[in-house]
């Protein structure tokens, strides 16, 4: 079975120019996350999708980013304009539902570097 | 809110000794945990899972971690250390009411094994 695909792996954009993230989920799987990974730090969730519905999007900040997740399966997150700060690792994850035991399964992540 | 801490942000064994990676937990409703390992420039893998069936969780790669409700504690151990469990290690507790399912990491322990 596919694992959860992410594209690109890596990414270098001067600031202020837009840049947009893939991610394909496991087959099946009706929940999707987009989580942010700062340098020696966990992962913080940016959005939840469940299929095509953003359930949770609270910590996504609204006025550079936004995603979609057209027909429920994959899902793009984009960043318009990209500031420095950006830089990081965008991480897609996705799991059958959203029980609080449901095991997230994540991709390798997109690595953002802003100059 | 639900947290998560990680004591110690990099711990160093040297191979064939034991592996104890410490977490605690804040929740005010019984918890489900996680430990997910991060090999470098990949995305997180699932070692176990705690979901209240058993205080002692056993996992992959001879991981295991006990869940201590009396020390909100549910850290992972692993006997003899292996080259190959350099990583590193992030628990993680599942949120509830409108962030149910969603993941809130602590911010990782990096583990070194010496030769």
């Known amino acids: 079975e596919a694992g959860v695909v992410q594209s690109p792996r890596y990414k270098i954009i001067e600031k202020k120019q837009p840049v947009a993230f893939w991610c394909n989920p496991i087959?099946?799987?009706?929940?999707l996350y987009w989580y942010l990974q700062n340098l020696g730090q966990g992962p913080e969730l940016l959005i939840r999708?469940?299929?095509?519905?953003?359930?949770?999007d609270s910590q996504l900040p609204k006025d550079r980013f936004s995603a979609e997740r057209l027909k429920g399966v994959d899902s793009t997150l984009k960043i318009q304009p990209a500031e420095l700060g950006d830089s990081a690792v965008y991480l897609c994850?996705?799991?059958?539902?959203?029980?609080?035991?449901?095991?997230?399964?994540f991709g390798p992540g997109t690595r953002l570097l802003v100059l | 809110a639900q947290s998560v801490t990680q004591l110690g942000s990099h711990v160093s064994v040297s191979e064939g000794a034991l592996v104890l990676l410490r977490c605690n937990y804040s929740?005010?409703?019984?918890?489900?945990l996680f430990w997910y390992v991060q090999y470098p420039n990949q995305g997180l893998q699932l070692l176990l899972k705690?979901?209240?069936?058993?205080?002692l969780v056993k996992g992959i790669n001879g991981f295991e971690a006990e869940f201590k409700k009396s020390e909100t504690s549910f850290h992972l151990t692993k006997p003899s250390a292996h080259m190959s469990d350099a990583a590193e290690y992030f628990c993680?507790?599942?949120?509830?009411?409108?962030?149910?399912?969603?993941?809130?990491f602590g911010k990782g322990t990096k583990l070194s094994v010496k030769p």
């Open positions: 087959s099946g799987h009706n929940t």
């Open positions: 999708y469940e299929n095509e519905e953003a359930v949770d």
């Open positions: 929740s005010s409703v019984p918890p489900y």
């Open positions: 993680a507790v599942t949120g509830y009411g409108g962030s149910q399912g969603n993941l809130i």
């Open positions: 705690y979901t209240s069936a058993a205080t």
């Open positions: 994850a996705s799991s059958l539902g959203r029980q609080q035991q449901e095991t997230q399964y």
